[in-house]
């Protein structure tokens, strides 16, 4: 174990692995070279600080450098790092202040260099109010530009995490928002159905919608943008947001001859070791395995930097820790909504293999008889074959954090949809309804797993009945009551109570998918049906929890 | 399979089994025999109806009998079963209506008769507004008194989760309670340490409370309660209501000669099925697994009681499901407390031959820089020999729900304190810390696992501090604006700022407990003794966060 540790980044991970290699060695002498002014801010907290949430700048800033010296960490701002010698254990940089170039010698290193947003190949970069949000820098320039320049129209070029949370931001600060995505759907990670429950939502908050549309450039009048030109359209705007992602910060690593892995991102073993002894790396610039799929995988986040910082600090301090991997979890808020991911999606299910099978319920947030419960919708993902659980999205103003973790605790466990039905969840009404929506979920799931009554997706659903009409047929059994709102065009209305007697209208060559509000009174009709030897009849996932009526209106 | 089932029992477990039954099995024939006159009510949600958060009776009614009609469920109210005939399968009993016996005969029978509120052996009982609190019509009785008595001072007798609910209500509803409690502390199935925080929590709602000491006598004037004499004292009540546990109703099970198991509820396997075939039995009545320990339990809960119902009717519908067990998962809230536990608490666990080690946080709902955050103090608790968690409590106005349910998904999952420090919980700053206070906690016992720092729970620092002065001493490393609230009587102050100056001060010779406020420089404090060489260092668990002041004067 070497007495002299050097970390490269400044952010997160750097910081974590520099502050718990102190708790672990009272003794290593450890040094932090960041290139920009600040040191260990809470990028995530960006969107919060330009909506004025959070006021106070300093707020974001966990440790400031002096912190960091009464442990006996020394920062080093301002400074680049331009090359790592592994042979030498040397780094060579350049002091942004003097100009100065310097070299200094490591035994143990630490590269946490971060990513850094995409910037489109477009003409117009240069102009004013075109923005990005990656740095605290950034946050800076944008709030800013918000207090100095009129600006009223604001285009957000990418629908994904950063993208939403801005947009809930900007219309805060009474802005007007749109939305280009290039992808059909905003929220690529997600399911159809859900991201179309987020864009219904998106639009009854005044914010427009543009998918399946490229940016072609940015069109400016003196020196400022102030229209955005699409593949489709063209439209005025005062101020550009281009949040079209971000790519890790490898160049240092790669001309060092680390080795970079299949998905671009720095390679890294569950040590957080680089392919060179003694060098670490850890936090946006490395890649890491997906627990469910097994592959190598590239999903940059503040949560796992730090537990990465900290593994590579236990190892490089002679300890051993290891960091397995993700399960892709993911959050975040747009105004209301909570909108939360772990595992695989439906889509991505299929893509890698599985044969899947999907729950959709509605989940409280306590006993519906407790006044002011909140409800999200709930989406758990089976493997067919073997039970076992893959994922889940959650999306609504309830606990969508709290179902999320729950699964992903369960994909660590390696459940199944059976045993996940009977897990041991708190309950009391003031916290979730008597059987937790997880297990409702995975009661769906264990039904569907045993085949009794097979479900059809939302999205077969709109393909069936846009190409088969003769051969397939919807049928609603919701009460008269509950018809305000949307309903699923063509469909054939026969509610529940009448089944019985009305089933004769049902022609029984078709497959017919039935539906309620939510699924539970669907199933009950399906199993009738087929006990009167209807053959081919599905329940439709999720009843209309999904059925996004405006998206309907705009195809 | 047999075509005609009845339930005994019509609260949680039967309507469910009943319901189940129905989905799985179109034809059966489906009974439930219910003694009282209302059904599938929630037994839970009963305090909430007293404090008036649910103003409408009807509103804890989960399924009237017209709505199981509609399934082609029969429910027959009034009716007490006498016996069961497990040869013969029959059951008779008598119409409390009309008074006339009846026979009934089954083919599958599922028992789901509940518990019942503990009756002590005092004298006074039949006084007026001497209450309990099991059933919808003990929930009248009270709300009925509130109304039309003069009721001020309410004597609760019971420290657990129902006195400790119905505390909140009745201080809602501007009375003064008291709360007797025959143990050492209130919530025996925590630890003392949480117990205490709850305490202390009370008294500042002006809530009394005495420990060790038992109820006596109830005394009455015209009929009425007016005081209650305890162990140590007498105190003035208008009203009493004894909360002193439920236990089983297995009467009719026992005396039908099923097995009674070692908990004194009925015997099931994981099927749900009694030691009779075709005789299932579900909820409160029955016994099942602790799954950490393995042993026989009765854990008693309405979340439970569902599960077990659904099982019940999938194996006597002919399918197959299993209910494994449970994990000892509880929560309550009171006033804005959320008390919350899964698995073994450290004085169990010390019970059960588990060696084990304790982690106690801070646990924030979101980042430290978004306002508002809300905050609930966590213990996490694993095994020193293989690592694996064993349990978890969580108490205060944050997160506890989602705190417990993700700890009791990791006892699902078997895993240990290294696998639970990186696992794949959803952040962003709205939602939870960088690192969720789970992980934080998995790390702390990730350190102690290890062997790095040795923890010292605070009951052992009590103990020392009162017999072992000569040879141990307690260093409270915090910095000087910390030092307003309470103290460690006799303990050593050195910021940890000054500590490598003024480490002298200290007794090498003697034990050293340190801490700070919750734990992190504490750890810090201990690591750089033990490189001084002090053997005989050991870091107080959670610091401060569990030091209840005012338990202590009382002591």
């Not at 427009?208 to 490229?214: A, L, R, V």
Request: a neutral charge; proline letters at 4%.
């Amino acid at each position: 174990m070497g007495k002299r540790l050097l970390v490269i980044g400044g952010v997160a991970a750097g910081p974590k692995a520099a502050a718990k290699a102190r708790r672990c060695n009272p003794e290593m002498e450890i040094l932090i070279y960041q290139e920009e002014e600040e040191i260990s801010y809470a990028g995530c907290g960006l969107p919060y600080y330009i909506s004025g949430v959070i006021q106070e700048r300093d707020k974001l800033i966990s440790r400031t450098p002096g912190k960091f010296a009464l442990d006996g960490i020394k920062v080093l701002r301002r400074r680049r790092i331009e090359g790592i010698d592994p042979q030498r254990r040397m780094i060579h940089g350049k002091n942004l202040e003097s100009d100065e170039a310097f070299e200094d010698h490591f035994d143990q290193l630490v590269i946490a260099t971060g990513a850094e947003s995409i910037r489109p190949k477009i003409e117009g970069l240069h102009l004013k109010n075109v923005f990005y949000l990656r740095s605290i820098f950034d946050a800076d320039a944008i709030v800013e530009a918000l207090k100095a320049e009129t600006i009223q129209r604001v285009v957000i070029a990418g629908g994904g995490y950063i993208g939403l949370e801005m947009a809930e931001s900007l219309i805060e600060l009474g802005k007007e928002v749109t939305i280009v995505e290039l992808a059909p759907q905003i929220l690529t990670l997600f399911d159809e159905d859900f991201a179309g429950i987020l864009r219904r939502y998106l639009e009854t908050k005044g914010i427009k919608i543009f998918t399946s549309e490229g940016i072609q450039s940015l069109i400016g009048k003196d020196g400022r943008v102030n229209q955005i030109r699409t593949t489709h359209r063209e439209i005025e705007a005062d101020a550009v947001l281009l949040s079209l992602g971000v790519r890790p910060r490898i160049d240092l690593a790669r001309r060092a001859g680390l080795r970079i892995g299949e998905t671009g991102a720095i390679w890294v073993n569950e040590r957080m070791e680089t392919s060179v002894e003694g060098i670490y790396a850890a936090g946006d610039c490395v890649e890491t395995t997906h627990l469910i799929t097994g592959k190598r995988v590239w999903i940059p986040l503040g949560s796992t930097a730090n537990k990465q910082g900290r593994v590579a600090a236990v190892n490089l301090c002679g300890g051993h820790a290891i960091f397995p991997g993700v399960m892709g979890t993911a959050i975040f808020k747009t105004f209301e909504f909570n909108v939360a991911k772990t595992g695989l999606s439906l889509k991505e299910a299929e893509r890698e293999g599985f044969h899947s099978v999907q729950a959709i319920v509605k989940g409280y947030d306590r006993a519906h008889y407790i006044p002011g419960g909140k409800e999200s919708t709930l989406k758990v993902i089976a493997d067919q074959n073997t039970g076992r659980i893959l994922g889940a999205q959650a999306i609504g103003k309830g606990p969508s954090d709290k179902f999320i973790d729950i699964i992903a605790m369960a994909l660590h466990g390696k459940l199944t949809a059976q045993e996940l039905s009977n897990v041991d969840l708190a309950y009391a009404p003031p916290f979730s309804p008597v059987l937790s929506p997880v297990i409702v979920a995975a009661n769906v799931l264990t039904n569907k797993l045993e085949g009794k009554v097979r479900g059809i997706p939302l999205s077969e659903v709109k393909e069936k009945l846009s190409t088969s009409k003769e051969t397939f047929q919807v049928l609603d059994v919701r009460e008269e009551d509950e018809l305000q709102g949307p309903k699923i065009p063509g469909s054939h209305w026969i509610p529940l109570s009448k089944l019985n007697k009305q089933k004769g209208q049902l022609d029984k060559t078709k497959e017919i998918a039935v539906h309620c509000e939510t699924g539970l009174r669907s199933y009950k009709a399906c199993v009738k049906l087929q006990q009167e030897g209807f053959e081919k009849v599905r329940n439709i996932d999720g009843g209309m929890l999904c059925w996004c009526d405006d998206l309907e209106k705009e195809r």
